[in-house]
């Protein structure tokens, strides 16, 4: 199991610009059950990187474990460090989605951005992946296929 250093640490500084060797893992003490763990990040906040202005989210990050799982602290500390980070919504969604399959390696994962809107317009990009050879692999496929076939009526944001 790797040493947690950051929860319950009273001095975490937040980091302000994109850093994603602050996740940390720890043991998935059920490995050979498949279940979904999903986080709901309501304050997702990063940069446009042409004007500079602020994009403000809600992620849903959810992901079926193998063998390691993301600490909370840890992904809030992670999340918050986009901040300051200059990027297109797409690309913020894939480089989360990346940086926590090189993390854990786990069975499946998604991550969807619904960004509120600017200029009339909200994105809400969505990402997943299943890891190659498994069963998984065919379920990130049809969820993709299949993804928001019903989308809500938005007039929440």
């Given at each position: 199991?790797?040493k947690?250093?950051?929860?319950?640490?009273?001095?975490?500084?937040?980091?302000?610009?994109?850093?994603p060797?602050?996740?940390?893992?720890?043991?998935?003490?059920?490995?050979?059950?498949?279940y979904?763990?999903?986080?709901?990040?309501?304050?997702?906040?990063s940069?446009?990187?042409?004007?500079?202005?602020?994009?403000?989210a809600?992620?849903?990050i959810?992901?079926?474990?193998?063998?390691?799982?993301?600490e909370?602290?840890?992904?809030k500390l992670y999340?918050?460090?986009?901040?300051?980070?200059?990027?297109?919504?797409?690309?913020?969604?894939?480089i989360?989605?990346?940086?926590?399959?090189?993390?854990?390696?786990?069975?499946?994962?998604e991550?969807?951005?619904?960004f509120?809107?600017?200029?009339?317009?909200?994105?809400?990009?969505?990402?997943?992946?299943?890891?190659?050879?498994?069963?998984?692999?065919?379920?990130?496929f049809?969820?993709?296929a299949?993804?928001?076939?019903?989308?809500?009526k938005?007039?929440?944001r």
């Amino acid at each position: 199991m790797s040493k947690l250093s950051l929860l319950g640490d009273q001095s975490v500084r937040y980091l302000t610009d994109y850093s994603p060797h602050i996740l940390e893992t720890f043991e998935n003490r059920h490995p050979d059950n498949n279940y979904f763990v999903k986080f709901n990040c309501p304050e997702f906040t990063s940069l446009c990187p042409i004007t500079g202005q602020p994009d403000f989210a809600t992620l849903y990050i959810s992901y079926v474990p193998d063998t390691k799982m993301v600490e909370s602290k840890s992904l809030k500390l992670y999340l918050f460090s986009f901040r300051n980070h200059g990027d297109f919504h797409e690309d913020c969604i894939n480089i989360i989605m990346k940086d926590l399959i090189k993390l854990m390696d786990p069975k499946y994962i998604e991550v969807w951005g619904k960004f509120t809107p600017r200029g009339g317009i909200s994105i809400d990009p969505y990402a997943n992946y299943g890891k190659s050879g498994t069963k998984w692999h065919d379920v990130a496929f049809n969820r993709l296929a299949n993804h928001d076939l019903y989308p809500e009526k938005v007039d929440n944001r």
